[in-house]
């Protein structure tokens, strides 16, 4: 390994955990994120999990949002007038996968590597958990904020022959817009 | 009133779209993929602006616009993306398919009111 090559499992959890800062503070939320999912709420809550995937050049990953059904309400965007129906609260939960697994494709790409990604899928049930190929390395993190806990699953695969570099900051500017960025052509 | 039209996968990004616009005096109508978006375009001639994501089922936005830009009658509809994705290259091929602007997730309500006023204001004027 070159003294600029990155360990791929390293950098995408890196990564993915500051693209959930970033998306959460985007939404207003100060959050403190520890891995292996931190402290256990014993409290029966309900909660929200979507699944999402992202692939290409070798890399593979899949994000896991489970999230309390409160801190859902908090960041819609329509919080604050009519009560919003389950069906979307669901799909609020599908979009912020969505934007931080978006988030996280962003980053890579100035890494070189670009990534497709799915479309996410909604689970119910009780005590879901992560399902994983057996060669990935899974990652949990604990996101607490004031108004709930995420619970962030991250699982990735990278084939042996992808290096990924440390980003020269022009690659990423000539090749990435940034979130909140509007370009008119 | 002037009528938008936002294609997006996801209801609650329909949802606060619309809710921003029509505080800004527009009309909408939403679609929930690119191909309900098309048969939408086709079938309303009073569009005056669509807004689009990229990933979405049954038909992706680029795919979209490639098709509704490929028709004549929709030679100066603006389509304006919104979508998480911020690859240039991407961006690249909706210009070329005739979309006018790229808005990466998440949105400034305010900025995304003025553009959608400033892309209609702009709008040539069809005889």
């Known amino acids: 390994m070159s003294l ?5 499992h390293d950098l995408l959890n890196d990564l993915y955990v500051a693209a ?9 939320l100060t959050v403190n994120v520890r891995e ?19 692939n290409g050049g ?4 899949s994000s896991m949002l489970k999230i309390d059904r409160d801190l859902v309400i908090r960041m819609h965007p329509l919080n604050g007038g009519d009560p919003i129906a389950q069906p979307d609260l669901e799909d ?6 969505n934007q931080l697994v978006g988030r996280l494709k962003n980053k890579l790409i100035g890494y070189g590597a670009v990534v497709l990604i799915g479309l996410p899928l909604l689970l119910t049930g009780t005590d879901v958990n992560s399902i994983a190929s057996p060669h990935s390395e899974v990652h949990q993190y604990s996101v607490e904020s004031a108004d709930g806990q995420i619970t962030l699953t991250i699982a990735t695969l990278v084939d042996p022959g992808v290096h990924l570099e440390e980003p020269d900051a ?3 500017e000539e090749n990435v817009m940034d979130e909140g960025m509007v370009s008119l052509f | 009133m002037r009528t938008i039209l936002i294609v997006d996968d996801s209801a609650a990004v329909r949802q606060h779209v ?10 909408l109508a939403e679609a929930a993929n690119g191909q309900e978006g098309l048969d939408m375009v086709d079938s309303n001639r009073d569009i005056d602006l669509v807004i689009c994501d990229i990933n979405m089922p049954k038909m992706n936005g680029l795919e979209m616009v490639e098709k509704v830009k490929g028709k004549p009658e929709n030679k100066t509809l603006p389509i304006l993306m919104l979508t998480t994705e911020g690859d240039i290259s991407l961006i690249k091929r909706a210009k070329l398919a005739g979309a006018v602007g ?6 400034n309500a305010a900025r995304l009111a003025e553009t959608v006023i400033h892309l209609i204001d702009s709008r040539p004027v069809t005889g």
Do not use: T
Request: overall charge positive; charged content about 15%; some cysteine.
């Open chain 1, 92 to 97: 609020w939960c599908m979009e912020l996968n």
């Open chain 2, 102 to 107: 790229w808005i990466v997730k998440p949105f």
């Open chain 2, 18 to 27: 619309a809710m921003v616009l029509r505080r800004a005096g527009f009309q």
């Open chain 1, 20 to 28: 959930c800062r970033a998306l959460l503070e985007a939404y207003g």
């Open chain 1, 4 to 8: 600029n090559e990155l360990n791929p």
């Open chain 1, 36 to 54: 292996h999912g931190g402290v256990v709420d014993s409290r029966v809550k309900v909660n929200y999990i979507s699944v999402l995937s992202a």
């Open chain 1, 58 to 61: 070798g890399v593979n990953l």
């Open chain 1, 170 to 172: 022009s690659l990423h």
